[in-house]
């Protein structure tokens, strides 16, 4: 019957966002009782190291929301073009049309709302579905009551939609919270944009959200203006249900800076608006030949595909713990402990797109065996790609590429340096003061080189179209030798040592040093 | 006949220019339609002013003279729940969705404005209170026009659009709709000299070239409306069906127009015109009729489906027909019933649809192409 469409990041958009969004993902999927109904999340420019939001917030949603979700993932990249000519992170425009594009076509209506509202039918015995099937066509809004902050954050039980539902046909009695806030036409009400139902079909015919709004703000009033001149009427559905907003004003959003707000031209999108269309957009809407990553909750998740891959890796523990240490005379030992490391190596991997490409530099033949393992088994189909430079390895491993170094730069999406001894056997003990043999220094100085050269050629050896720097992921690198030279490169965060892994973009060091670096990086030096 | 024939084919253009220059066919006028409205606006000036019982009593006023007046309906139902009578709104919330969608849609193929369902009585008071305070801006005088042109209040509109293009007088959408406003007034020429402007700059606006289409066959010049009905289908993507299937009607391409109007009744299978025009098409074609079952209420689509399949008599249509688009609507019907046994008689029905009809109707356009076609 419906398609819901919402966007955001995984951020802290405003105050308290993960409880807010909860409490909304939960209350929107319990007023759908159409097995077409979907709630479609736009994840629009998380970083790539992060989970989306709602994967970062699954365990306080619901089994019903989380079976009726689909998130379309936008990836910076995907965002960059825009990145100049605006100061938001996230777009709305772009990112409803995406999910407009990808709407499920038995869906007669399509719901604009965000992340913070809750309907509630005024008939207890109606669900959205059961309205929405039932009223003719058209388009329509309803006024927005606000819920004062302390409410939902001290009394909404984020994972029971049904009594939040309860809660609020209550507090909006006996706390007066129903107040409709008109507005002039098109815009009827006040905060319009918490409730839009169009038609999938008009919103096809009039090309979606104008994709030139990126400055935000009045995105809901232009979408109003057109759809009011291209279906004449803007009706209500006040008599139906009430949509009430979780306030979130302790802590101003990155787009409210108060007076100072930057937003998009209300004559240009608003009072000037001509006509429903959008011609200069008509085929580009909602990029439709950009493949758009869908990500479900209930089915092949990132823990699922994590686990799935380890488990093709490793063996479980078979001691209750395993032992190494920081003391400072041990500086120089490389070792490092394989089946504790591997998970943490996987953790900084899973949340990218499956069918990157890796580069993989390192020494450890068990380190490439387990990790190339792992790689399949969490579900990704690009490739391992592993510099012939990196000697002693093991050959013909599925899914590996091997070529020069210099022909794989350009194909590569994300880095691995490894620094482990290539003489390291699964049963020797771990930081223990072991020294390195010849065949390790050799393996290493390959590692370093090939990592000082990615690292300071990365600008210039993306693959053909990116436009954002790729991620380093350096492994056996905190507290020994290479601690220095891996973040010398790259801007990584300070992590547990036991970790062994470190994780970053390479640094912009303007600095006299910086420049040093980076030129002997290049020239390995 | 021969005569008779060449003079009036001699005078049919000048004929046209006595017609009743009426484009746009509104709801017969019970003589309080006027002061319905005027009740209306008064109704929502009391709402704005905090007055929930003056202007109850104001709606209540304006549907003493129009019970179906569905925006003073919906405005009623809108203060009987802020007052708490909520059961009591909840039937009229209901009426007036109703009232709206048994409004008849406009033709698929025409321009946004004349596809939509309302009274737009709420609209024209809303936006001219917004012109009224968001001065010198584009959208208040357009949407206001559109309210006003959607109801047969042409002069009102084409002021509007005149306001509109005092801000931005080049603007191609404005033009045209004041080209809408012009042809609805029965300056055809006038309209088409506006759509040919922006047809020069645009020359891919299938809904100007139907426009432009339907002001030159409003002045006899069918051969050039045909052209542009011919470019706007082509124009027109394979998946509008409905616009497709309409054009084809107009420009008598029955064929084409049957096959369409079959894709656009799988998509919309409660669409009456729709099947009414496939079996028309299916006649004028002499493809074989199909069975169909009518549905079951007394509107007046349904009416011209019983009298297209024999269901109905002549006189129980003319009986409901009782404005210009019915009348017309309904000849036209008379035509294709009798143009295979009694040409003649089809050739005066669709003679009278011609003289008297809206010009822009599908049957206004229909019947001039089969006029031409038997030499009348």
């Given at each position: 019957?419906?398609?819901?469409i919402?966007?955001?990041?995984n951020?802290?958009h405003?105050?308290?966002?993960?409880?807010?969004?909860?409490?909304?993902?939960?209350?929107?999927?319990?007023?759908?009782?159409?097995?077409?109904?979907?709630?479609?999340?736009?994840?629009?420019?998380?970083?790539?190291?992060?989970?989306?939001?709602?994967?970062?917030?699954?365990?306080?949603?619901?089994?019903?929301?989380k079976?009726?979700?689909?998130?379309?993932?936008?990836?910076?990249?995907?965002?960059?073009?825009?990145?100049?000519?605006t100061?938001?992170?996230?777009?709305?425009?772009?990112?409803?049309?995406?999910a407009?594009?990808?709407s499920?076509?038995?869906?007669?209506?399509?719901?604009?709302?965000?992340?913070?509202?809750?309907?509630?039918?005024?008939?207890?015995?109606?669900?959205?579905?059961?309205i929405?099937?039932?009223?003719?066509?058209?388009?329509?809004?309803?006024?927005r009551?606000?819920?004062?902050?302390m409410?939902?954050?001290?009394?909404?039980?984020?994972?029971?939609?049904?009594?939040?539902?309860?809660?609020?046909?209550?507090?909006?009695?006996?706390?007066?919270?129903?107040?409709?806030?008109?507005?002039y036409?098109?815009?009827?009400?006040?905060?319009?944009?918490?409730?839009?139902?169009?038609?999938?079909d008009?919103?096809?015919?009039i090309?979606?959200f104008?994709?030139?709004?990126?400055?935000?703000?009045?995105?809901?009033?232009?979408?109003?203006?057109?759809?009011?001149?291209y279906?004449?009427?803007?009706?209500?559905?006040?008599?139906?249900?009430?949509?009430?907003?979780?306030?979130?004003?302790?802590v101003?959003?990155a787009?409210?800076?108060?007076?100072?707000?930057?937003?998009?031209?209300?004559?240009?999108?608003?009072?000037?608006v001509?006509?429903?269309?959008?011609?200069?957009?008509?085929?580009?809407?909602?990029?439709?030949?950009?493949?758009?990553?869908?990500?479900?909750?209930?089915?092949?998740?990132?823990?699922?595909?994590?686990?799935a891959?380890?488990?093709?890796?490793?063996?479980p523990?078979?001691?209750?713990?395993?032992?190494?240490?920081?003391?400072?005379?041990?500086?120089?030992d490389?070792?490092?402990?394989?089946?504790?490391?591997?998970?943490?190596?996987?953790?900084?991997?899973?949340?990218?797109?499956r069918?990157?490409?890796?580069?993989?530099?390192?020494?450890?033949p068990?380190?490439?065996?387990?990790?190339?393992?792992?790689?399949?088994?969490?579900?990704?189909?690009?490739a391992?790609?592993?510099?012939?430079?990196?000697?002693?390895?093991?050959?013909?491993?599925?899914?590996v590429?091997?070529?020069?170094?210099?022909?794989?730069?350009?194909?590569?999406?994300?880095?691995?340096?490894?620094?482990?001894?290539?003489?390291?056997?699964?049963?020797?003990p771990v930081?223990?003061?072991?020294?390195?043999?010849?065949?390790?220094?050799?393996?290493?100085?390959?590692?370093?080189?090939?990592?000082?050269?990615?690292?300071?050629?990365e600008?210039?050896?993306?693959?053909?179209?990116?436009?954002?720097?790729?991620?380093?992921?350096?492994?056996?690198?905190?507290?020994?030798?290479?601690?220095?030279?891996?973040?010398?490169y790259?801007?990584a965060?300070?992590?547990?040592?036991?970790?062994?892994?470190?994780?970053g973009l390479?640094?912009?060091?303007?600095?006299?040093?910086?420049?040093?670096?980076?030129?002997?990086?290049r020239?390995?030096? | 006949?021969?005569?008779?024939g060449?003079?009036?084919?001699?005078?049919?253009?000048?004929?046209?220019?006595?017609?009743?220059?009426?484009?746009?066919?509104v709801?017969?006028?019970?003589?309080?339609?006027?002061?319905?409205?005027?009740?209306?606006?008064?109704g929502?000036?009391?709402?704005?002013?905090?007055?929930?019982?003056?202007?109850?009593?104001?709606?209540?006023?304006?549907?003493?003279?129009?019970?179906?007046?569905?925006?003073?309906?919906?405005?009623?139902?809108?203060?009987?729940?802020?007052?708490?009578?909520?059961?009591?709104?909840?039937?009229?919330?209901?009426?007036a969705?109703?009232?709206?969608?048994?409004?008849p849609?406009?033709?698929?193929?025409?321009?946004?404005?004349?596809?939509?369902?309302?009274?737009?009585?709420?609209?024209?008071?809303?936006?001219?209170?917004?012109?009224?305070?968001v001065?010198?801006?584009?959208?208040?005088?357009?949407?206001?026009?559109?309210?006003?042109?959607a109801?047969?209040?042409?002069?009102?509109?084409?002021?509007?659009?005149?306001?509109?293009?005092?801000?931005?007088?080049?603007?191609?959408?404005?033009?045209?709709?004041?080209?809408?406003?012009?042809?609805?007034?029965?300056?055809?020429?006038?309209?088409?000299?506006?759509?040919?402007?922006?047809?020069?700059t645009?020359?891919?606006?299938?809904?100007?070239?139907?426009?432009?289409?339907?002001?030159?066959?409003?002045?006899?010049?069918?051969?050039?409306?045909?052209?542009?009905?011919?470019?706007?289908?082509?124009?027109?993507?394979?998946?509008?069906?409905?616009?497709r299937?309409?054009?084809?009607?107009r420009?008598?391409?029955?064929?084409?127009?049957?096959?369409?109007?079959?894709?656009a009744l799988?998509?919309?299978?409660?669409?009456?015109?729709?099947l009414?025009?496939?079996?028309?098409?299916?006649?004028?074609?002499?493809?074989?009729?199909?069975?169909?079952?009518?549905?079951?209420?007394?509107?007046?689509?349904?009416?011209?489906?019983?009298?297209?399949?024999?269901?109905?008599?002549?006189?129980?249509?003319?009986?409901?027909?009782?404005?210009?688009?019915?009348?017309?609507?309904?000849?036209?019907?008379?035509?294709?019933?009798a143009?295979?046994?009694?040409?003649a008689?089809?050739r005066?029905?669709?003679?009278?649809?011609?003289?008297?009809?809206?010009?822009?109707?599908?049957?206004?356009?229909?019947?001039?192409?089969?006029?031409?076609?038997?030499?009348?």
């Amino acid at each position: 019957m419906f398609s819901v469409i919402l966007y955001g990041r995984n951020d802290s958009h405003g105050y308290n966002l993960h409880k807010r969004a909860a409490i909304s993902f939960n209350a929107l999927a319990e007023v759908m009782s159409d097995p077409d109904d979907e709630i479609l999340f736009v994840d629009y420019n998380t970083p790539d190291d992060h989970p989306t939001f709602p994967e970062a917030i699954h365990d306080t949603l619901t089994d019903k929301a989380k079976q009726v979700m689909r998130v379309l993932r936008v990836r910076p990249d995907q965002h960059v073009r825009h990145r100049l000519k605006t100061h938001l992170v996230a777009l709305e425009a772009q990112s409803r049309n995406v999910a407009l594009r990808r709407s499920n076509p038995r869906n007669r209506w399509i719901l604009y709302t965000n992340t913070d509202m809750l309907l509630v039918p005024r008939n207890e015995k109606e669900s959205l579905s059961d309205i929405l099937g039932a009223i003719p066509d058209g388009f329509y809004q309803v006024p927005r009551f606000e819920i004062p902050e302390m409410l939902w954050e001290a009394a909404f039980d984020r994972r029971d939609p049904v009594g939040n539902l309860a809660k609020l046909r209550d507090w909006s009695v006996r706390f007066h919270l129903n107040q409709v806030v008109h507005n002039y036409m098109p815009m009827k009400y006040d905060a319009l944009g918490d409730f839009q139902a169009a038609l999938r079909d008009d919103m096809f015919a009039i090309h979606g959200f104008d994709e030139d709004m990126i400055l935000g703000w009045h995105c809901d009033s232009n979408l109003a203006a057109r759809l009011a001149l291209y279906r004449g009427r803007v009706d209500t559905l006040v008599d139906k249900l009430f949509g009430y907003h979780c306030d979130h004003t302790r802590v101003a959003a990155a787009n409210n800076k108060g007076r100072a707000t930057r937003m998009n031209d209300q004559d240009r999108f608003i009072w000037n608006v001509a006509t429903p269309y959008v011609p200069g957009q008509a085929e580009t809407w909602g990029w439709p030949d950009v493949e758009i990553e869908e990500i479900r909750l209930d089915r092949e998740t990132p823990y699922q595909r994590y686990s799935a891959g380890l488990d093709k890796a490793i063996e479980p523990a078979t001691m209750p713990f395993v032992e190494t240490s920081l003391e400072w005379q041990l500086f120089d030992d490389l070792t490092y402990d394989l089946p504790h490391t591997l998970p943490f190596v996987c953790d900084q991997v899973v949340t990218f797109p499956r069918s990157t490409n890796l580069m993989l530099v390192a020494t450890r033949p068990d380190f490439v065996s387990s990790f190339a393992k792992a790689w399949k088994g969490m579900g990704f189909t690009g490739a391992l790609l592993i510099p012939q430079e990196c000697e002693g390895l093991p050959p013909d491993l599925p899914g590996v590429e091997r070529a020069p170094f210099a022909e794989q730069l350009a194909s590569a999406e994300l880095f691995i340096f490894e620094f482990g001894l290539a003489t390291q056997t699964a049963t020797e003990p771990v930081r223990a003061g072991r020294q390195m043999g010849p065949i390790d220094k050799k393996r290493l100085k390959v590692a370093e080189r090939l990592f000082k050269r990615a690292a300071a050629t990365e600008a210039e050896t993306r693959p053909e179209g990116r436009r954002v720097p790729r991620r380093f992921i350096g492994v056996n690198v905190i507290y020994n030798k290479f601690w220095h030279t891996f973040t010398n490169y790259v801007g990584a965060n300070i992590n547990p040592f036991c970790s062994q892994v470190l994780a970053g973009l390479p640094r912009e060091d303007e600095s006299l040093k910086g420049k040093v670096l980076k030129f002997r990086g290049r020239h390995a030096l | 006949m021969a005569d008779i024939g060449i003079l009036r084919a001699a005078i049919a253009p000048v004929r046209r220019l006595w017609r009743r220059p009426t484009a746009v066919d509104v709801a017969p006028k019970a003589g309080d339609d006027q002061d319905a409205r005027a009740h209306f606006r008064d109704g929502l000036a009391k709402r704005r002013g905090g007055n929930s019982a003056g202007a109850l009593t104001a709606f209540e006023r304006a549907l003493a003279l129009d019970s179906d007046f569905a925006d003073a309906v919906m405005a009623r139902a809108e203060i009987l729940d802020g007052m708490g009578r909520s059961e009591e709104a909840h039937g009229e919330y209901e009426r007036a969705r109703r009232l709206w969608s048994e409004m008849p849609p406009g033709a698929a193929d025409r321009r946004y404005i004349f596809r939509r369902q309302g009274y737009f009585a709420f609209e024209a008071e809303s936006y001219d209170l917004v012109r009224t305070n968001v001065r010198s801006k584009i959208l208040p005088q357009l949407a206001h026009g559109n309210a006003c042109l959607a109801r047969g209040r042409a002069a009102e509109a084409l002021d509007s659009y005149e306001r509109a293009l005092k801000v931005n007088a080049k603007l191609p959408e404005v033009l045209a709709l004041k080209g809408e406003a012009l042809s609805a007034l029965g300056r055809y020429q006038e309209a088409i000299e506006i759509f040919d402007g922006v047809l020069a700059t645009h020359p891919k606006d299938g809904d100007t070239l139907n426009a432009r289409g339907i002001a030159r066959a409003a002045l006899g010049r069918l051969a050039e409306a045909n052209e542009d009905w011919r470019r706007q289908f082509d124009l027109l993507p394979q998946t509008s069906s409905a616009a497709r299937a309409c054009v084809a009607m107009r420009m008598a391409n029955y064929s084409a127009a049957f096959n369409e109007f079959g894709l656009a009744l799988a998509k919309e299978p409660g669409n009456p015109y729709w099947l009414l025009y496939r079996l028309t098409a299916a006649r004028l074609a002499g493809a074989p009729a199909e069975s169909v079952t009518l549905p079951a209420d007394d509107h007046w689509p349904t009416l011209l489906l019983a009298f297209r399949t024999g269901q109905a008599t002549e006189e129980a249509l003319l009986n409901r027909a009782n404005s210009p688009t019915r009348h017309a609507e309904a000849r036209f019907q008379m035509g294709v019933l009798a143009v295979d046994g009694n040409p003649a008689a089809a050739r005066r029905y669709w003679r009278e649809v011609v003289d008297q009809g809206p010009p822009a109707l599908i049957e206004f356009a229909a019947a001039s192409n089969e006029l031409a076609r038997l030499g009348a």
